[in-house]
C-alpha cells in the first residue's frame, strides 16, 4: 500500500529532541535571511520586479531560449537539448565516453538529482565526485539531499565526525566543523587534481550575452570547471533570465533569502571557453514544457532554488526533507509535485500557512499552487487519507442547515455522554496530541431562537 | 451600521458564545445587528482538501441565508472562515447578487479597525495577553505585517484594537508560526499537528501572558485542546470576550 506523507514523517517527528535540533538549525538561517532582505530598503520592490522579469521570461522563453543558444553557440559554448532526463544522461554520457573522460567532479545540482545522473554515469564506468561539502558527506553515507541548499541539515556534526572517521580517516570521535572540514577539503583537492571534466550547474542564463551565472559558497565549481579542458554545465530551461540587469537582480535576493548572506562567496559568469577546452550546456525540458502549459501550475518555474520556503516551512522542519516522494521537499517540491505522489497525500503536507508565498523572493504562489493540486486531485477522486469516502457526506450534511444542526447536535450529545477514553479513542488524530473542547448545551442558533433575536447586550 | 451577523459552523455549534459576545460587542457599540437563518458553513472544510464542487450547495445556502436580509456589512467572529467565503463565493458558479456579497464580509477585528471603529472609552482590564495572530488573518486578510515581509513593523490591527482597553498589557509570541490546526490538516497529519501546537503553545507560555486573545476560532480550538491536554495555565480567550468585558 502507498504510504502517506504522514506516516512517512512519524519516525522523524517523534524523536522530539531531534525535531527541535532541525527545526532550530532552519530557523537560524530564517532570521539571516530576515536580517538580510530588511536590511535592503527596496526588498519587497525587489520581490516584486523579479516576479515580474520571471513572468516576462515564462511568457517569452520560446524567444529567449533561441536568443541565448545562439549567442551562446557563437561565443564557443556547444548547445545540446534534451527533452527528457534520459536523454539528458545520455547527451551527458556521450560527451565523457567520445572523450575517453573516466572522472567527473561535481558542484551541486539539483537537476542532476532530477535526471538521477550519477548512478546512470557510475553504471558506464565513470566516477563521479560530489564536491559541495554537504553533497560530498551523503555521497560518502550514500543518502539522498534533505534540502536543496543546505543537502546534509538531516545530519549532526558528531555524525559526519564518525563518517569522515571511517571514510577519510579523521581522528576518532573528532566532530569539530574545521577540522572535518580541512579533512573533506584535502581529499577533495586531489579528486579536482586528477579529474579530466567537471560538472556544474546553472544559477541564471543570460540570454543577451549567451553566457551563465554559476553561485557557491565553497568555490568549488570555479575549481572544478576551470582544472580540466572540459565543462559540462546542465540547467532547466526555466533558468533563462533575459539581460545580465536581471541577472544582477537575482543574484542579490538568491543568497539574502537561501542563507542571509549578501552574495554568494563565488559568482562566477562563463561567457566563454578558454583555449583549448570545450564548455558543453545542456538545456532540459524534462516536463517542464508540460507543467507550465497549465496557467495555474506554470508560476513554479519563476523558482530560483533559494530554499527560503523550505526552511520557514512549519510541516517541513518538523518533518524532515526525508519525508517527502518527491527529491525537492518541502512547499516548492510540493508545487512543482503534489499532483503527483505515492499516495496521492503530499499536496496536504501543508496547513496553508501561507508563510512560504510571502517569504519567497520571486513571488512564487507556492501554497496557492499546492491547494490548486487538491483541487485537481480532488476533481479525479484521488484523495487521501478517505477524503474521497467522507468528504461527499460532509458536503450533504453542510449543505442543509437542518442536517448539520442534527448531525452537531449529536455530536455535542456523543461528547458531553462519552467518557475521556473513548472519546480520545474515537476521536481520532485529534485526541492524540489534544482534547476535544468541552461540548456547549446548546448552538448559538438555539441560542438566538430564545433570545427572540434580541439579544441581552443592550 | 446595518449590520448581518455570519456564525461558521464551528462557532455555532462548538463555541457559541463567541458568536453571542460579538452579537453584544456589536449592540453595545450601537450598530443594528440580524443574524440571518439557514447559514452553515463557508465551505472551508471542504475547499481546504480541493472539493470544490462538493462545498458548492453550501455556500450557495449561505449566500441564499445572507441575501434575505439587506445590510451595510457582514461580519465574522472567524478570520478564516471570512477568507474562505469569499474566495469561495467568487470561485464558485453562483448567481451576480451573491458574488456582490464579497464586498460586503468582514472579520470582526477588521470591522473594528478599518470600516466602524470604537469611539467610546473602555473599561480597564488587568491581565497580560498573548496575541494570536493565526495565518489566514494575518497574511490573507492583513490583520498584521506577517514577519516575512520586509516592511516597517506595525499595522496590527488586532494589537490596535487591543490597546484601546486600559491596563491591558499585550504581547504576542516570539514567531508568527502556524499554530498547526490547518483544518484537516490536524486530523490526517496529527504528529507533526500536534508538535506544531505544543511548541505555539510554549512561544505563548514564554511571553508570560495569563491568556492567549486571538480571532480564528478554529485555531483556537486547536491550542485551547493542547492547553487543557497539558494542563497550561493559560485561557484561550476570542478577542469578543475581552471588548464583551470592557464595553
Known amino acids: 500500500m502507498a504510504i502517506t506523507h504522514a506516516k512517512n514523517a512519524a519516525s522523524f517527528v517523534n524523536n522530539e529532541a531531534r525535531v527541535n535540533w532541525h527545526s532550530a538549525a532552519l530557523l537560524a538561517l530564517r532570521d539571516k535571511r530576515d536580517l538580510q532582505a530588511k536590511s535592503v530598503d527596496e526588498w519587497e520592490r525587489m520581490r516584486e520586479a523579479a516576479s515580474q522579469m520571471k513572468l516576462h521570461v515564462l511568457s517569452h522563453l520560446p524567444a529567449l531560449l533561441e536568443e541565448f543558444s545562439a549567442r551562446c553557440e557563437s561565443n564557443g559554448i556547444i548547445v545540446h537539448w534534451a527533452r527528457t532526463a534520459m536523454e539528458h544522461n545520455a547527451i551527458v554520457a556521450d560527451i565523457l565516453q567520445q572523450r575517453g573522460r573516466k572522472k567527473l567532479v561535481k558542484s551541486k545540482s539539483m537537476l542532476t538529482e532530477e535526471c538521477h545522473l550519477v548512478p546512470y554515469l557510475e553504471e558506464r564506468g565513470i566516477e563521479c565526485i560530489e564536491t559541495d561539502l554537504g553533497e560530498r558527506i551523503l555521497q560518502l553515507r550514500g543518502d539522498p539531499p534533505s534540502h536543496i541548499v543546505v543537502p546534509a541539515i538531516h545530519l549532526k556534526k558528531e555524525e559526519i565526525g564518525e563518517l569522515f572517521h571511517e571514510r577519510l580517516g579523521t581522528e576518532d570521535g573528532a566532530s569539530d566543523p574545521t577540522y572535518l572540514t580541512q579533512a573533506a577539503r584535502e581529499s577533495l583537492r586531489d579528486d579536482f587534481l586528477t579529474a579530466d571534466a567537471a560538472m556544474t550547474g546553472v544559477n541564471m542564463a543570460i540570454a543577451s550575452e549567451g553566457a551563465f551565472v554559476v553561485c557557491t559558497n565553497e568555490g568549488n565549481a570555479d575549481m572544478g570547471a576551470h582544472l580540466p579542458d572540459l565543462h559540462i554545465a546542465v540547467m532547466g530551461m526555466e533558468k533563462i533570465v533575459p539581460d545580465t540587469a536581471s541577472a544582477a537582480l537575482l543574484m542579490r535576493m538568491l543568497a539574502r533569502s537561501a542563507v542571509g548572506q549578501p552574495s554568494t562567496s563565488y559568482n562566477s559568469i562563463f561567457a566563454a571557453p578558454r583555449p583549448g577546452t570545450e564548455i558543453h550546456l545542456v538545456i532540459v525540458d524534462n516536463g517542464r514544457s508540460r507543467r507550465m502549459s497549465d496557467r495555474r501550475h506554470a508560476e513554479i518555474y519563476k523558482c530560483i532554488r533559494c530554499g527560503a520556503c523550505i526552511n520557514t516551512c512549519p510541516v517541513y522542519r518538523r518533518s524532515g526533507g526525508h519525508s517527502y516522494d518527491y527529491f525537492i521537499p518541502g512547499p516548492i517540491g510540493l508545487a512543482i509535485s503534489g499532483d503527483n505522489s505515492e499516495a496521492n497525500s503530499e499536496a496536504w503536507a501543508c496547513t496553508l500557512c501561507g508563510s512560504c508565498s510571502a517569504i519567497c523572493p520571486v513571488k512564487v504562489p507556492l501554497y496557492q499552487t499546492i491547494a490548486y493540486h487538491r483541487e485537481q486531485l480532488a476533481h479525479h477522486k484521488h484523495l487521501p487519507y478517505g477524503k474521497n469516502t467522507y468528504m461527499p457526506l460532509v458536503g450533504m450534511v453542510m449543505k442543509s442547515p437542518r442536517r448539520m444542526a442534527l448531525a452537531m447536535w449529536l455530536a455535542r450529545l456523543g461528547m458531553r455522554l462519552s467518557p475521556k477514553p473513548l472519546l480520545h479513542r474515537l476521536g481520532g488524530g485529534w485526541t492524540k496530541s489534544r482534547d476535544l473542547p468541552p461540548p456547549p448545551r446548546e448552538s448559538f442558533e438555539a441560542w438566538y431562537r430564545k433570545h427572540g433575536g434580541v439579544s441581552d447586550g443592550h | ?247
Open chain 2, 1 to 247: 451600521m446595518k449590520l448581518s451577523l455570519f456564525v461558521p459552523c464551528l462557532v455555532n455549534h462548538l463555541f457559541p458564545h463567541i458568536a453571542i459576545d460579538t452579537l453584544q460587542v456589536l449592540e453595545k457599540l450601537g450598530h443594528q445587528v440580524s443574524y440571518p437563518r439557514g447559514q452553515t458553513c463557508c465551505g472551508q472544510m471542504m475547499t481546504n482538501s480541493g472539493c470544490i464542487e462538493i462545498a458548492e450547495p453550501a455556500v450557495a445556502a449561505l449566500c441564499e441565508a445572507l441575501l434575505r436580509e439587506p445590510c451595510d456589512a457582514i461580519v465574522a467572529p472567524a478570520a478564516s472562515c471570512v477568507f474562505a467565503a469569499k474566495e469561495n463565493i467568487e470561485r464558485m458558479n453562483l448567481p451576480g447578487e451573491a458574488k456582490a456579497l464579497v464586498d460586503k464580509f468582514y472579520e470582526l477585528t477588521e470591522f473594528l479597525h478599518d470600516v466602524a471603529p470604537i469611539q467610546r472609552e473602555l473599561k480597564p482590564i488587568r491581565r497580560v495577553v498573548s496575541m494570536q495572530m493565526s495565518c489566514h488573518g494575518l497574511r490573507m486578510l492583513g490583520l498584521g505585517t506577517s514577519s516575512e515581509l520586509a516592511l516597517p513593523p506595525g499595522g496590527n490591527k488586532l494589537h490596535a484594537i487591543l490597546s484601546r482597553i486600559p491596563e491591558l498589557t499585550i504581547t504576542q509570541p516570539a514567531r508568527d508560526e502556524c499554530c498547526g490546526f490547518g483544518g484537516t490538516f490536524a486530523v490526517d497529519e496529527s504528529d507533526i499537528s500536534g508538535k506544531m501546537a505544543r511548541d505555539k503553545i510554549e512561544q505563548h507560555v514564554a511571553t508570560g501572558a495569563d491568556a492567549i486573545v486571538g480571532y480564528d476560532p478554529s485555531c483556537m480550538m486547536s491550542l485551547g485542546g493542547v492547553v487543557s491536554r497539558n494542563h497550561v495555565q493559560l485561557e484561550v480567550l476570542h478577542l469578543c470576550a475581552l471588548l464583551n468585558q470592557a464595553l
